[in-house]
């Protein structure tokens, strides 16, 4: 492939290299010109066009990302369409991801031109989720090159999506005087939400003293009839020879490992008993924050063994996000007023649910629901605020006229609301430390809602994510860190940051705002139950 200045007698086959206007006629960027193309731009006067030449044995950049996806083996994975020599890989399943990190350095040595990304080793991941990208870099590449890549795909598989399994869990909790029933209460809820996430299912518990033998005699009886057993011990391990270690051994299993370089999670202790996985959970998995639990856990529903050398080699990222909750943290982490947030409103979907009438214009008090929520934001302590508009754009900036607000265009809003936060992200201020997430159908958020997160997002130092609830359940607005950022975008369809969120193993600090966390009015009865009047 040559790359330059083409004479235009010379450029049909030509792959352009900037968007070029001949007349009324548009071409974009990466358009391959054909003879009529040619006669346009000759007729516009264009002598010269800034454009790759293909060689015979040239791929274009879509044929190449197609044919290296398409060589590529893996499970529960599937290959979106190439498009601006870019292959996308998505999940087919909610699991854990696994990859060949020795075929993916491989392929990357070949040649600048051919790269791909992936997730992490074993990170969690959602159906629907990008776990893998392939890019061209060029417009076109070598067939040679391209040979080389396929080549190492068929050496074994590369990618997989390890899919949760249903399996039963039964649960041992120990008890000590001081113990709470409601602790007890609440780790069980932590725990069946912890399963439910992955597939798997809680099927009994038991509660025994914090003694070897009770908790033996436990485990031997939930062995037989689950897939695995957890056991929740009163007091934390203080020695490999402490109570759950040595009722594992004597029920008759094996202990794995006590202790894993994970904090939060140093003091799990993994074993075996009638072929069956038993976990001594740490006390953080009390909590429903990540922790090294969950990487355990996870693994092992997903259907993927975990040795000691597996636990012994999870030091390297194994310093996790602290824990607000913590009781003794590991350094006190003073609130940051300073940290800037700006506010990205949400004001460009169709409102199709609606069957016509664009919600967002609804009257509520007599005001346009989205000036309404664009003023809250404004009255928020966020130093500016960014309101994303698509769906009849004129109108909605109209109803905004007169605020400072600052507008970001989604021409693209149709494709759904991954495209609508990329555009939002895109024009957040570089010196910003977050994003908050307002959707614009939200009557009930207040603008001291709105301060509540921001708060709590500098007291963590604008390192975790922010997410307003409403009685234990996840709602909105969410703030985002600007870690995130780069994340967002890559996202596709009408996806929102939720799985990032997870796939990043950020720290989610959930604030309560009340009802107003839950609220929004996708509907014509939900809109006029909550007291707004629809507008033509």
């Not at 070598?142 to 649960?171: F, H, M, W």
């Not at 062995?223 to 051994?249: H, K, L, Q, T």
């Not at 754009?393 to 609301?417: I, K, M, Q, Y």
Request: hydrophobic share 45%.
């Amino acid at each position: 492939m040559k790359f330059g200045p083409v004479p235009i007698d010379t450029a049909e086959g030509a792959v352009l290299a900037h968007a070029t206007t001949a007349g009324e006629r548009r071409f974009r960027k990466a358009h391959r010109l054909s003879a009529a193309d040619v006669s346009l731009l000759r007729a516009a006067g264009i002598s010269e066009v800034v454009a790759a030449v293909l060689a015979p044995d040239d791929l274009s950049e879509d044929a190449a990302a197609e044919r290296i996806a398409e060589s590529m083996v893996h499970r529960n994975i599937e290959a979106k369409p190439a498009a601006t020599g870019r292959v996308n890989l998505h999940a087919e399943a909610a699991g854990i991801f696994t990859v060949d990190a020795a075929m993916i350095d491989a392929i990357n040595a070949v040649d600048p031109t051919i790269t791909i990304a992936t997730l992490a080793q074993h990170a969690p991941v959602e159906k629907g989720q990008m776990v893998a990208t392939v890019k061209i870099i060029p417009f076109a590449v070598a067939s040679v090159l391209v040979d080389a890549v396929t080549k190492i795909c068929a050496g074994g598989e590369i990618i997989a999506v390890n899919a949760y399994q249903p399996v039963r869990v039964g649960v041992i909790q120990t008890v000590l005087p001081g113990i709470k029933p409601s602790v007890l209460d609440k780790t069980l809820r932590v725990t069946e939400a912890r399963l439910a996430r992955s597939g798997g299912r809680l099927t009994a518990e038991r509660r025994t003293p914090h003694e070897v033998g009770p908790v033996a005699e436990a485990a031997a009886s939930l062995a037989r009839d689950n897939d695995m057993v957890v056991i929740f011990g009163a007091s934390a391990m203080s020695d490999f020879g402490d109570v759950v270690p040595a009722a594992i051994e004597k029920a008759g299993g094996t202990v794995i490992r006590a202790g894993m370089p994970v904090d939060p999670g140093n003091l799990l202790v993994l074993g075996t008993l009638g072929g069956k996985r038993v976990i001594g959970a740490p006390g953080c998995a009390r909590s429903p924050k990540e922790n090294g639990f969950d990487w355990v856990l996870d693994r092992l529903i997903a259907g993927l063994d975990v040795t000691a050398k597996d636990i012994a080699g999870m030091g390297v990222g194994g310093l996790l996000m602290e824990i607000p909750t913590r009781p003794q943290p590991r350094e006190p982490l003073p609130a940051r007023a300073e940290l800037k947030v700006d506010i990205v409103l949400l004001a460009a979907g169709r409102s199709s649910r609606m069957g016509g009438p664009n919600k967002l214009l609804a009257l509520f008090d007599g005001k346009p629901l989205v000036r309404r929520t664009a003023e809250r934001a404004l009255g928020s302590k966020a130093s500016a605020t960014i309101v994303v508009t698509g769906h009849q754009r004129e109108r909605v900036r109209t109803v905004l006229s007169g605020l400072d607000v600052t507008f970001a265009d989604n021409p693209d809003f149709t494709e759904g609301l991954s495209s609508s936060l990329k555009a939002g992200i895109a024009r957040v201020s570089g010196d910003a430390a977050g994003a908050m997430i307002v959707l614009g159908d939200m009557p009930g958020v207040a603008s001291a809602d709105l301060d509540r997160l921001i708060d709590t997002f500098r007291k963590s130092e604008g390192r975790s994510v922010v997410r307003a609830s409403h009685e234990g359940k996840r709602g909105n607005p969410v703030l985002l860190p600007r870690s995130l950022f780069a994340a967002i975008a890559h996202l596709e369809g009408d996806t929102g940051a939720r799985h990032l969120v997870e796939a990043e193993g950020l720290d989610v600090v959930d604030v309560e705002i009340g009802k107003a966390a839950s609220i929004d009015v996708d509907t014509r009865e939900a809109l006029e139950g909550a007291g707004g009047v629809l507008q033509d």
